[in-house]
């Protein structure tokens, strides 16, 4: 199946039903070259993944500009086939920043502004199509945060805005300011809380996809031996075996596909084959009762 675009919200933007997420392309994972990258940026726009998640911290501040030079090999054709996604709003120490005493978060004006343009400047690109703020600031203002958000847009510098990471609340603190077309959250069996604070249920009611970052839980379902992981592992695998063994990594994207809110899940990994894969679970139905076995092991317990 051909990975299709779908839009976040009525105001847009539309990105394919599965997000490539860069954190691990640069030094904080398998440190690509910048030819490496392309090679990958390539399969994945094979594959119908033309979106791309970023955040301006990811390698200590190295990655988007990695990224940008792999884009600067494929050629100005290639960026008219993707949709680049960056955050911002985390202060990072790190020798790249030598000014920052303590990690901390910024959502002023300036700080918005700045790091949009210094993403732009790293990604050799003249817009980005989604700019989200990466983590709630408890200084916040949201007529300053709307403020930045509107000079960015009118500038033709950021298509859409979004947050990360955003409790319902906090999100509607912004929304009412200004329009976001996501809120990207942390979602997978082992870790359902959007499911169950509200995160979900407000977008859902504002027809807005969750963007999910984390779909499969890192590599703990992988690689961890915990009671939790060995529980949840046990009944995804009787599933598999259910379904011709089809891929546990599939079964995990189709459990989140699965919810009415439609998320588009953001993955992480660098190998080509798992990215190959992905494409499996759009076609994948689970039955309720085999979405809510997944959540009961991810849970420990019964649903009430």
Not at 46 to 55: E, N, V, Y
Not at 126 to 141: E, F, I, N, T, V
Not at 273 to 288: I, N, V
Request: charge should be negative; aromatic fraction near 8%.
């Amino acid at each position: 199946m051909t990975i299709q675009q779908v839009s976040l919200s009525p105001q847009g933007p539309d990105l394919s039903q599965i997000v490539a997420g860069v954190m691990t392309w640069g030094e904080w994972g398998v440190d690509y070259s910048p030819e490496a990258m392309a090679a990958l940026i390539e399969h994945c726009l094979d594959l119908g993944i033309t979106s791309f998640d970023h955040a301006d911290i990811y390698g200590h501040y190295s990655t988007e500009e990695g990224f940008g030079l792999a884009l600067d090999q494929l050629g100005t054709r290639v960026r008219a086939q993707m949709q680049l996604v960056t955050k911002c709003g985390i202060n990072l120490p790190t020798q790249r920043r030598p000014h920052l005493r303590v990690k901390s978060y910024d959502s002023s004006r300036a700080h918005i502004i700045a790091s949009a343009e210094r993403s732009l400047q790293n990604l050799r690109t003249d817009y980005l199509d989604l700019l989200l703020l990466h983590r709630p600031d408890a200084l916040m203002h949201p007529d300053e945060i709307a403020e930045a958000f509107t000079q960015l847009q009118a500038a033709g510098k950021v298509r859409a805005f979004g947050v990360s990471n955003f409790t319902p609340s906090q999100f509607a603190l912004v929304d009412q300011v200004f329009p976001l077309v996501t809120n990207q959250v942390e979602c997978h069996p082992l870790h359902t809380d959007c499911l169950f604070d509200g995160t979900f249920d407000q977008l859902l009611g504002q027809k807005i996809r969750p963007m999910i970052w984390s779909p499969l839980g890192g590599s703990a379902y992988f690689k961890d031996g915990g009671t939790d992981v060995l529980r949840l592992r046990e009944v995804v695998r009787a599933i598999s075996h259910q379904h011709g063994d089809v891929g546990e990594d599939v079964i995990l994207l189709a459990w989140l596909l699965r919810h009415p809110a439609g998320p588009i899940p953001v993955v992480g990994t660098t190998k080509k084959e798992r990215l190959s894969s992905t494409r499996l679970a759009l076609d994948f139905q689970l039955d309720a009762q085999d979405w809510y076995a997944i959540l009961e092991a991810g849970r420990g317990h019964e649903i009430a």
